[in-house]
């Protein structure tokens, strides 16, 4: 048994837990889409990719808007998947994309 693994498994549960409560507070009929990935914008705010081509700011702005994960790694990297409500989707705008 590897207990380092363990460890981070049990982590990941309690973050589950914490953040499961963020993600139900969320009552909108927007169309749901999971995050695949993210970008810093120009200033250095975090950017969620999602599934649909969609861009959506994820900013840890307190005590406004807790979403500490994006702070760290590990936090984004925890969030993949976790779906957020697109309201570009329910607009019909195309989708973004990343200048290069
Ligand atoms: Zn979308």
Not at 16 to 23: F, P, Q, R, T
Not at 61 to 84: A, C, F, N, S, Y
Request: include cysteine; charged fraction near 20%.
């Amino acid at each position: 048994m590897n207990l380092v693994l363990a460890e981070t498994f049990c982590k990941q549960i309690v973050f589950m837990l914490l953040y499961a409560d963020n993600c139900l507070s969320v009552r909108s009929s927007s169309m749901q889409q999971p995050i695949t990935g993210y970008h810093l914008d120009e200033e250095g705010h975090w950017v969620a990719q999602l599934a649909c081509g969609h861009f959506q700011h994820v900013r840890h702005d307190p005590p406004w808007m807790i979403r500490e994960w994006v702070t760290t790694p590990k936090g984004r990297h925890q969030m993949l998947g976790h779906h957020l409500a697109c309201k570009k989707c329910d607009e019909h705008v195309p989708p973004d994309s990343l200048h290069s």
